[in-house]
């Protein structure tokens, strides 16, 4: 599989509290998986950055030691308590950082199967872009995106919703995590695109889809995050793509999850 990534602190913020991670997995049944990861901190100065890295680095580390007995939906629901339990014990144990937490939003790509399981909880984003055509999968955990799920706002107004960054739902605030569970079939050719909230508040659907379309792979990310910055830079920004390898014999209609 074929992946690029950029992160940048953007123009306004003094640290980065974005992270992000792309590993290649080895099934104990010989076959690979690729796990790609991405986490926007909150909880101030310190405990966003720490959040984030350690939300990260707990779930690569679930998965690098997984003897993968069981399936990838719970591995996934695994692997996130897991993350989850490790960022609010620190914070738990250290009262200058109390409170921190972190979107997190993993991306379990299985090329045998062509299919994706994706883990998420916050304003971070997955999208897949199929046959030139843009599509969200995750749905955000905040207060504008409760609003656009339930059809009261558009998507250009969420971008501009003044309680945009008001999370329902965060990792590691909480001993307990409300997440969700999405699971996609891939199709030749698409693209699994992963982002935090400085690249979709500032950079539309639509243009995303058609840098993706429009650029090499190579640049796609440097020149996503490139816009982002050239509208203010706002915030911290993360582009995470995917180019699965899925074979033609799998084309088939995507429907509902099995």
Known sequence: MRWKARSSQGLVRSENQDSWSVNRLARSDGEEAWLAVVADGIGGREGGQIASTLAVQSVVEFFTRSSWNDGPVTLLTE??????????????????????GTTLTCVLVCQD?????????????????????????????????????????????????????VLTAALGTQASLQFSLYEERLLPDDVIVLCTDGLTSLVSAEEIRRTILDCECEDVAGELVNLANSRGGYDNVTVVLLWPEIPDSSHTTRGEAE
Request: net charge negative; charged share 25%; aromatic share 6%.
């Open 113 to 165: 199967e062509s299919r994706a399981f994706i883990g998420h909880v916050g304003d971070s984003r997955v999208y897949i872009v199929s046959f030139e055509q843009i599509r969200r999968v995750t749905d955000d955990h905040s207060v504008s995106g409760e609003l656009l799920k339930r059809g009261a706002i558009t998507e250009e107004d969420a971008m501009n919703h003044p309680n945009r960054n």
């Open 79 to 100: 692997a996130m308590n897991h993350a989850n339990a490790s960022v609010f014990q620190a914070g738990s144990a250290d009262s200058s950082i109390t409170g921190m």
